[in-house]
Nanobody
Framework: QVQLVESGGGLVQAGGSLRLSCAAS????????MGWFRQPPGKEREFVAS????????YYADSVKGRFTISRDNAKNTVYLQMNSLKPEDTAVYYC?????????????????WGQGTQVTVSS
C-alpha cells in the first residue's frame, strides 16, 4: 500500500512563501490524480488543489487561486505545492492524498490514504 509523507511546512510571516512536498513510498501513485487538502484549527478538512496524472488538468480552491501552484514529478513519485503570498488564514495542517474513488476531484472522501500532514503557520 502506498504511504505518503508530507514535508516542507513551517512558520512564515504573511506574504511569505513555502513549498510543500509529498513523497510516495511502498507503491507508486502511477495513474492517480493527486490532491492537497488542509485542515485549519477546529475546522474540517478542505480542498486546496489537485492535479491529474498527466499534469494536463489542475484545480484550485478559490481561496488559493493565483497564489498556490500544484505540480508533480512522476519519476520521483512526488507532488509539490508552491505557496506564495501566504495569509494567516492559510494556517492549517496540509495533507496530500491520491484520488481512490471516482467523483468530485475536490471531495476529501474520494481521496486516501492520508499521510501525517505538515503544519503551516502564517503569522500576521
Amino acid at each position: 500500500q502506498v504511504q505518503l509523507v508530507e514535508s516542507g511546512g513551517g512558520l512564515v510571516q504573511a506574504g511569505g512563501s513555502l513549498r510543500l512536498s509529498c513523497a510516495a513510498s511502498g507503491r507508486t501513485f502511477s495513474g492517480y490524480r493527486m490532491g492537497w487538502f488542509r485542515q485549519p484549527p477546529g475546522k474540517e478538512r478542505e480542498f486546496v488543489a489537485s492535479i491529474s496524472w498527466s499534469v494536463a488538468t489542475t484545480y484550485y480552491a478559490d481561496s488559493v487561486k493565483g497564489r498556490f501552484t500544484i505540480s508533480r514529478d512522476n519519476a520521483k513519485n512526488t507532488v509539490y505545492l508552491q505557496m506564495n503570498s501566504l495569509k494567516p488564514e492559510d494556517t492549517a495542517v496540509y495533507y496530500c492524498a491520491a484520488q481512490r474513488y471516482s467523483g468530485s476531484v475536490n471531495d476529501p472522501g474520494n481521496f486516501g490514504p492520508w499521510g501525517q500532514g505538515t503544519q503551516v503557520t502564517v503569522s500576521s
